[in-house]
């Protein structure tokens, strides 16, 4: 079963059941009914839209992946209202009378995108992914006849290839075929049940429309001719099986791999044909100086297989040769941790090493414990400048600087560069050779989607190898051990066997070889004994399966772990984010620090998890998976609860202490002491505070949401609150409102109204710093409510600040000059030093606004003399002063005083620098280039939008939309006057 459908196992929301209401298909072409009625869904791309939310039933698509998906490198600048108009026209269609503005039903707003919902009865793909759920489920009990029942139900399903033609973008295609794939593989499975139960005829007609659909697919077709043989209808197998040939043959220059060789074979013998996933299944699917880099590793000499991947590789390469390339050919490598990614990468590079003559650079961005942020990247340019012969003396001090330098370097080179280990094309972009004549791998557990839609980049899936290339890599490995003899001529069976219950995993077969290698105890045998023994190991590798799951590889490695490093183990299976320190690690186990790190070292040693620099810890996802499984079977239900809480407990204090620091005058309430064994992180200065924020964001998202499902009480909004500036002030704006959502439904199901009021006011920021501003002033408006019964006159002065910002945006500025005043009173009452300044800031923006410029200017002049005599050298001082230097210069620039405007919005852009707030430096550089622009300094103009191009490519994915539709905007104004 593939990944997407073990994803929705009952489809996907509850959404509306009552199956007279509406029926939608998607697996075939689109098509929606209501009763009998076929209803006309609109032009062909308001079609495409439906189909792929649809296809992504469940889940949020975000405006930015919708564009994409459309419309892919060539999106007009009136996508999203495109995209907005066709929502509204297809909710009229789907349900008609809906009140406007409203979502309805089946397509609704989430975040920055839509969701599509609907029940298991409305859409053909929930009741496909139910089927084959259960199907599965019902085959690992050997419950055969129930599992072929449901694997009918959901292949009749099918109508064809998904979509049906509506796809235009790569992306787009690569949503339906996944959706394609998922039909072939029940196919297949189906297959393997029926011929078992003699009843091959009852998946022919699948078969067929799947051969059809897919017309190279070898496992598809080699159970077509096995089924076809099965049922005795011997003369069209071999017809079914000459054609596969011919066609491989004659338009891939392939032969048949050896599933429908065995096929083919079986035929003629006229036997009953076994299930062919039962034997190996075919694999589906960078001026440079006086230097000329070669940075690749060694290639593996234990290299087997990969002849197709090797193959499509070589084709791009000779095709660089013809035509015109924009840029360098990239070609992204993505797949399962431990299938052999890096291996593949490094190997044809070494391979086409020689025709990229000026050199090859390699980088390990290590991002499956890190971050994307520019300071990785930066360091990597830094590595990348120095392997081309840059000095050290000589290198840039700032990230635009050198990636300038190396895009000088690279141009118009014949460079091999790879990339190892990229979590997102974010990190790729800044590391392309400025030449078409350069060639970049790139290899990544994600498919990255980006990269192809919008830099041209070639994407390469890898898959678990053959069994021929999985037996000669377990073969060679242990004719590598020294003073053992494990291989012998009598061996091989053994060796298929062994092979074959790893599920042909490279990860699986390593651990294996490793520990044949080194435990002189171990034999062949006892290694096949030790995976045959039980039912408990042996239900990961149902006969005929050719689903890879190495759990048997890692349960007996587990096995002769010692009690206490088996515990760390199972623990482990609930880490957060991509990676876990060593601390962290410690907290939640409730030990010491020597014994976890001796616990760790053990797991290291064998090989159930990883250390990697800075010293994080990670497992491959199929280890954690069996992991989890150890814990849910092993450890007391308070133990599991115990280890949980020690680890939120780590993120919460850690998060304090850490916003203690970025903003020690926003701290709205203390924690609770940590419980026994916790011992937080304390980051003491504010590098080192952005540096654990950076290093922990996605465990702290993962936080709040575990503290929110499992109910932590007052965990989950303590922890949200706690990582807002640092979410905010870095432009990680969904991760932001991601966070603040999961808070406040935990806050109301705990009726806690002050744990609410904080989160209310925290997502209304979140939410106006996405555009979103309507909605920001109902969640602002909410959480004043909530202080204002409860007397809380500071938190009512920050939120009447707030909202000051959103009426400001909203265009009524008498309100929003209303709300600034409020939070002035109330921050003078409290002698709260900090707000006075911001106070005076917003009265003096609205007055400004409302054509009040006298008072306007006395106020904003008062604001920068207060915060002089207020403020610290704490970074909120600093990002206050760049935000109150924005508002003087705003006011500077009515009066016609321009230059002095310019400056105060360079001071701001400096001062925002120094603190990483993303915002602020976007909207002075923004606010700069267009005060330039309209005094007629047309070369001013044109350097600040460039530099406020540079400011917004330095948030998370390019920016918030609003913000890239502003950019747009400016970018339009200044481009006409600059011909």
């Not at 409302?850 to 008062?862: I, M």
């Not at 915002?919 to 002075?924: I, K, M, V, Y």
Request: proline share 5%; glycine share 8%; net charge negative.
């Amino acid at each position: 079963m593939t990944a997407a459908a073990r994803q929705y196992p009952a489809g996907a929301d509850p959404g509306p059941q009552n199956p007279h209401l509406l029926r939608m298909q998607i697996m075939g072409p689109l098509r929606v009914w209501r009763g009998e009625a076929e209803l006309d869904t609109g032009p062909r791309q308001q079609r495409c839209l439906l189909a792929l939310l649809m296809a992504r039933v469940g889940q949020p698509v975000s405006m930015t992946d919708l564009i994409a998906l459309l419309w892919g490198q060539d999106s007009p600048a009136s996508a999203a209202n495109v995209i907005q108009k066709y929502i509204g026209a297809l909710r009229r269609v789907l349900e008609p009378g809906l009140p406007v503005r409203t979502s309805g039903s089946y397509l609704l707003l989430d975040g920055s995108g839509y969701r599509f919902t609907a029940g298991l009865n409305t859409l053909d793909l929930i009741a496909f992914r139910h089927h084959v759920t259960a199907a599965t489920a019902s085959a690992d009990r050997e419950e055969l006849r129930q599992a072929l029942n449901h694997y009918i139900d959901a292949l009749r399903l099918c109508r064809g290839t998904a979509g049906d033609t509506l796809a235009d973008s790569p992306a787009a295609i690569a949503v339906f075929a996944a959706i394609d794939e998922e039909f072939l593989e029940a196919a297949v499975n189906a297959t393997e049940i029926a011929i078992r139960l003699r009843e091959p005829t009852s998946v022919l007609s699948p078969l067929r429309l799947a051969a059809e659909m897919n017309p190279f697919h070898e496992r598809v077709h080699a159970s077509l001719v096995a089924a076809l043989a099965a049922s005795g209808q011997q003369a069209e197998a071999l017809t079914a099986y000459r054609r596969i040939r011919e066609r491989l043959v004659d338009e891939l220059g392939i032969d048949p791999g050896h599933a429908l060789q065995r096929a083919f074979r079986q035929v003629l013998a006229q036997h009953d044909i076994e299930s062919p996933s039962a034997v190996a299944a075919t694999v589906d699917e960078s001026e440079v100086p006086g230097v000329r880099p070669a940075q690749l590793p060694p290639d593996l000499s234990l290299f087997v297989g990969r002849s197709a991947e090797l193959a499509a590789l070589s084709d791009l390469v000779a095709g660089m040769r013809d035509g015109e390339r924009g840029g360098p050919l990239v070609v992204a490598i993505d797949g399962m941790g431990g299938v052999g990614k890096s291996t593949l990468a490094v190997h044809f590079a070494r391979l086409a090493g020689d025709e990229f003559t000026d050199g090859q650079l390699y980088l390990d961005l290590h991002s499956d414990h890190g971050d994307s942020e520019s300071g990785r990247v930066g360091e990597a340019l830094r590595s990348l400048l120095l392997a081309l012969g840059v000095p050290s003396s000589t290198l840039p001090d700032t990230f635009d600087a050198r990636m300038g330098k190396y895009r000088s370097l690279t141009a118009g080179r014949r460079i091999l560069v790879l990339l190892d280990n990229v979590r997102n094309s974010a990190q790729v972009r800044p590391l392309l050779p400025n030449s078409a004549q350069s060639l970049v791998l790139v290899t990544s557990r994600r498919p990255l989607l980006g990269l192809a839609a919008f830099d041209g980049a070639h994407l390469l899936r890898v898959q678990v190898p053959d069994l021929p290339s999985a037996r000669q890599l377990l073969e060679r490995r242990l004719a590598g051990a020294v003073h053992r003899t494990i291989i012998t001529p009598d061996s091989a069976a053994l060796v298929d066997e062994i092979v074959e219950l790893c599920g042909r995993l490279p990860l699986a077969l390593a651990v294996l070889a490793a520990q044949l290698a080194v435990r002189p105890t171990l034999t062949l045998a006892s290694v096949a004994a030790d995976l045959r023994d039980g039912a408990r190991r042996l239900q990961a590798f149902p006969g005929g399966t050719d689903t890879p799951d190495p759990r048997t590889a890692f349960s007996w490695s587990y096995q002769q772990l010692t009690t206490s490093a088996a515990r760390l183990f199972r623990l482990l299976s609930v880490s957060l984010g991509p990676g876990i320190t060593v601390a962290a690690c410690a907290s939640l186990s409730g030990s010491d620090a020597a014994a976890t790190r001796a616990e760790l070292d053990e797991l290291i040693e064998a090989a159930l998890v990883t250390e990697h620099e800075h010293g994080r810890i990670t497992s491959h996802m199929l280890v954690k998976a069996y992991a989890h499984e150890l814990f849910i079977d092993t450890e007391p239900l308070h133990e599991q609860r115990d280890a949980v809480s020690r680890l939120l407990q780590y993120y919460l204090h850690g998060s304090f202490h850490a916003q203690a620091v970025l903003a020690p005058h926003q701290l709205p309430f203390k924690p609770a002491p940590p419980l026994p064994g916790v011992v937080p992180d304390q980051p003491a200065t504010f590098e080192q505070a952005v540096c654990w924020f950076s290093g922990q964001r996605e465990a702290l998202i993962d936080a709040v949401r575990v503290a929110a499902e499992l109910g932590f009480g007052i965990v989950p909004w303590q922890l949200a609150v706690t990582m807002q500036q640092y979410l905010q002030w870095s432009g990680y704006f969904e991760d932001w409102e991601d966070a603040m959502r999961h808070a406040l439904r935990s806050a109301r199901d705990s009726d806690d109204e002050i744990g609410q009021a904080h989160v209310l006011h925290s997502l209304g920021g979140a939410r106006r710093s996405l555009g979103a501003d309507d909605e920001a002033l109902d969640l602002l408006t909410a959480a004043l409510h909530i202080f204002d019964s409860h007397t809380m006159r500071l938190e009512q002065a920050l939120v009447h600040s707030d909202l000051h910002a959103v009426h400001e945006a909203l265009g009524d500025d008498h309100q929003a000059l209303a709300h600034s005043q409020e939070a002035l009173t109330l921050y003078r009452a409290l002698d709260y030093r900090q707000g006075v300044p911001l106070g005076l800031m917003s009265s003096g923006r609205s007055l400004a606004r409302l054509g009040r410029l006298e008072e306007s200017a006395e106020l904003l002049n008062l604001a920068l003399e207060l915060h002089a005599q207020t403020s610290g050298s704490d970074a909120t001082s600093i990002a206050a002063e760049a935000e109150i230097r924005i508002a003087v210069a705003a006011d500077l620039a009515r009066l016609g005083r321009i230059r002095e405007s310019a400056e105060q919005l360079e001071l701001s852009a400096q001062l925002a620098g120094q603190t990483g707030h993303r915002p602020h430096r976007f909207e002075a550089l923004r606010q700069l280039t267009e005060l330039l622009l309209a005094a007629g300094d047309l070369a001013g103009a044109s350097e600040a939008l460039s530099r406020t191009r540079v400011a917004l490519a330095a948030f998370p994915d390019g920016g918030a939309a609003h913000l890239r539709a502003e950019l747009a905007d400016l970018t339009a104004k200044v481009s006409p006057r600059r011909r």
